[in-house]
């Protein structure tokens, strides 16, 4: 059953997975991105550290920088004061 639910609604991960290994996507290639990123609404160093950290002990972090269930960059995701965690974990 799982399976044929896959079928229908794929990961976002694994729909884009050929990209990112065209682009050698790493975490740290995906942090400095993010940086160079305008981000009007940047939640400030010590809150991003702290939401970095919560994503890096999520069993959805796929690759040290995807989340499995919405599909993002976390390290973009995190930066932004108005966004949030999937799974309201912060």
């Known amino acids: 059953m799982a399976e044929d639910n896959n079928k229908k609604n794929p990961c976002p991960v694994c729909e884009n997975k050929a990209h990112l290994l065209a682009m050698d996507m790493t975490p740290e290639l995906a942090e400095e991105m993010a940086m160079a990123e ?20 999520c069993p959805e972090l796929v690759g040290g920088m995807t989340c499995r269930d919405c599909g993002c960059f976390v390290q973009f995701r995190a930066r932004h004061l108005t966004a949030h965690c999937v799974w309201n974990k912060w």
């Open 38 to 57: 305008d981000c009007p609404d940047f939640c400030g160093e010590e809150t991003y550290r702290q939401r970095l950290s919560i994503c890096s002990d």
